[in-house]
């Protein structure tokens, strides 16, 4: 198994079968996936109508998911969130189902070297983004940057954030000048 790239009929869809030995997640939707390492996690979503908080890991190299139970800060029951990796850390933002506090940044920080997890307090009265679900997050420049999402009770956002890596975190709101 692989990924070697390619481009038009070398490229195909193929099914990977995990060892049937291990147990592995149950069915879901609106969770993450995140790749560090050779490993890939899966966190939270939804089965039907019931939201999950598990929290898995896939050896692509043993062909065998694990079920992780991280100390620390674990992140509540979380769909349509999304995750990126920085160094030996995955960082997810929002997919908190329901209301979040005003003064909360949803924000996890899982370190994998020491499977913990830990919640990310900003400091009061600082300019940050709330609560959202159904955004997108990719890394840039040292930065998660997120974009729009669906905020409880005020609809649809267009809002750009920056969350800068570092020995102190910066948390930047990058107006958008939107025409038409």
Partial sequence: MGWEGGSGSSMMWSSVASSSE????????KHSATLLGGDIYLLGGRNGNLPLKDFWRYSLSENKWEQLHPSGDNPPCLQEHTAVVH???IYVFGGEVGFSAENEIPLWIYNVKNNQWRKFCSQRGA??????RGHSALLYRGAMLIYGGYRDLKGS??????FHFGKIYIIQYIHLDLVG
């Fill in 87 to 89: 160094k030996d850390c």
């Fill in 157 to 162: 956002s267009n809002e750009l954030w920056a």
């Fill in 127 to 132: 300019n940050v983004p709330r609560g959202r």
């Fill in 22 to 29: 291990s147990e592995c997640p149950s069915a879901r939707s």
